[in-house]
């Protein structure tokens, strides 16, 4: 399966363009990219299209990514703290998440 840059690259071109049918098509390939994707594509993909754009993805799809690399390496202090560091970007409605993840980074680090 193809790692999931690609399919990350046709979400946000449909966002952008508004077209429902897009998005819906869009967001179904890239959740079944991401899905099966191991934790080193997920993080490449994200380092990749946020450093060229730091919203090329919807703040749902970067926590799904995040949460599945997370899922795949739960021990990775530094994958912690990245991920916790970008629930912060987006408000309060995860900050208690994202203070758990910075504890248990902190944790396996001790």
Known sequence: MPA??????????????????QINEAARDFVEKLTFATADEILAMLRELLAEDWMALPPWARNLAYRLACLQRPDDPR????AAADLLC??????????????????LEQ
């Open 79 to 82: 994958l912690l703290r990245e």
């Open 4 to 21: 999931p840059t690609p399919a990350a690259r046709r979400l946000g071109r449909a966002i952008d363009s508004a077209d429902s049918r």
């Open 90 to 107: 987006f408000g309060p409605d995860w900050d208690t998440f994202a203070e758990e993840l910075t504890e248990r980074a902190a944790e």
